[in-house]
């Protein structure tokens, strides 16, 4: 064994106990932001010990240490302008390009290897390990730029794709990739077999991922996320690289029981999200139709004279609370209204706004202690002994609908039961539907009262009525 690699062993050793330590860390949100920095400590520590070895076997040349060192810095100064400027709206976006540049490096370097076989080994592993990494790589890149582009505003979904025809055009391009991939397997090498698999493979992640709409997001983003961790493990035996494919199993494996605890939260399996299309497509068929004709509203000196006789409020945030950018001034009501003795939580339903933890990164950054943030499991028995809960641009996951209406698309996804707390406020800018499309009971109950607004506005109206009252003055 060279010195190089075991130079190479060592470094990943070191590298992998970093990013056991550094996962570990993510856990709670006060270590998470260190922890991130260890895991990118851990990770550049593995591209050294592999350049160390493929330096110490045949040396590396100019052209590819300049092609590196270009990449290295084009692709460091575009993620940190893109951390610092990316707004907490389109952090769903930001995730679902994060998953497909790391399904499209995945990509590469599988194509790379396979297009220059002295680049890495040539038996049946590894070009089992390429073919696997060509087919997930591609699937992920071009189905988490679809997922982007959907999120952002920028593509809908064609009227044909909402057909069962796009079943056929997805299993036909399946067809031609695992002919591809059996081809390439065979002969071991073959330009035409590989990028067939490529072009099939990249389609494919195209028409599974173009038919699903707005709801089922949460679910994609987190199942694109497991593809790319998949992918990367199959790109780690491609190059050799113990702690690609130890980082890759992980997210992988954590991808997966992501996406089926997003699954659970909306009552919906995975196979009718991939293949059934979009929740909100579904909606038609009845539960909840109709025009509002009960809905009472208020101020926001009424809604502050409410929270003033409050012993226990609960707030659940929704992504109306992102998209006003409130969560700082949210913080200083809360902030308020703890000062006067008030018990304050915060209600989180799994798939709340537009990715999993969506809420979770909102409320960190504006410094919400994390022991109030509470799971809906967690929370729901607390609701009928609650007296005031604040709903911020919340919809779907607080309607009654889903547990009394047999007809409606939400039956039986588990909701928050914000309706049992003696008064609700909801907080909206009109009386729009949810991603679902269909009307929300709970803004007709008795005890519900709407203040209509964006949500920054009035929560610092409320925030004003609150110190007017002598709130936050201790």
Not at 21 to 46: F, P
Not at 168 to 179: D, Q, W
Not at 258 to 265: A, E, H, N, S
Not at 297 to 305: M, N
Request: proline share 3%; glycine share 12%.
């Amino acid at each position: 064994m060279s010195a190089s690699l075991i130079l190479k062993y060592a470094i990943e050793l070191v590298a992998v106990l970093l990013l056991a330590l550094g996962i570990k860390g993510l856990s709670k949100v006060r270590s998470a932001r260190g922890a991130n920095q260890l895991a990118a400590v851990a990770m550049a520590l593995a591209v050294l010990g592999l350049l160390i070895n493929y330096a110490g076997d045949g040396g590396i040349a100019a052209t590819a240490w300049i092609w590196i060192i270009a990449g290295t810095l084009a692709g460091g100064i575009l993620g940190a302008i893109t951390a610092q400027r990316v707004p907490m709206t389109s952090m769903p976006e930001t995730v679902a390009l994060f998953n497909g540049c790391g399904g499209m490096s995945s990509l590469l370097v599988a194509l790379g290897v396979a297009l220059f076989p002295e680049a890495g080994g040539s038996d049946l592993v590894a070009v089992v390990s390429i073919v696997v990494s060509v087919f997930v790589g591609a699937i992920t890149f071009t189905g988490s730029i679809v997922a982007m582009a959907k999120l952002q505003g920028w593509l809908s979904t064609p009227a044909w794709m909402q057909s069962r025809l796009r079943h056929a055009v997805n299993i036909a391009l399946a067809v031609l990739s695992l002919v591809a991939a059996v081809k390439l397997i065979a002969s071991g090498e073959g330009a035409q077999g590989l990028w067939l698999l490529v072009i099939g493979s990249g389609l494919l992640g195209i028409g599974v991922t173009l038919p699903i709409g707005g709801a089922d997001m949460p679910v994609v983003i987190s199942l694109l996320n497991s593809y790319s961790g998949v992918a990367a493990a199959a790109a780690g035996f491609v190059v050799g690289s113990q702690l690609l494919i130890v980082a890759g199993a992980m997210v992988g494996a954590a991808g997966l029981i992501l996406t089926q605890v997003m699954c659970d939260g909306m009552n919906r399996s995975l196979v009718s999200v991939l293949f059934g299309g979009a929740l909100g497509a579904t909606s038609g068929g009845g539960g909840g139709g109709g025009e509002y004709t009960n809905i009472t509203s208020c101020s926001a000196e009424e809604c502050a004279l409410t929270l003033e006789a409050a012993e226990r409020v609960i707030i659940v945030p929704g992504y109306g609370l992102a998209v006003a950018q409130a969560q700082h001034t949210l913080r200083e009501v809360t902030r308020v209204l703890e000062s006067a003795g008030i018990d304050v939580a915060y209600a989180i339903h799994p798939v709340a706004g537009r990715m999993p933890g969506h809420m979770n990164v909102l409320l960190a950054e504006a410094d919400v202690p994390y022991e109030q943030l509470k799971e809906m499991d967690q929370i729901n028995p607390e609701f009928p002994a609650t007296d005031v809960v604040l709903v911020l641009g919340a919809n779907d996951v607080v309607n009654p609908q889903a547990k009394n209406d047999s007809s409606s698309p939400l039956y039986g996804m588990p909701v928050l039961d914000v309706q049992e707390a003696r008064t609700v406020f909801v907080v909206k800018r009109g009386m729009s539907a949810g991603y679902s499309g269909i009307k929300n009971d709970l803004f007709e109950l008795a005890n519900t009262s709407m203040v209509f607004g964006d949500a920054k506005k009035v929560l610092g109206d409320l925030l004003t009525e609150l110190k007017d009252l002598g709130l936050g003055k201790k």
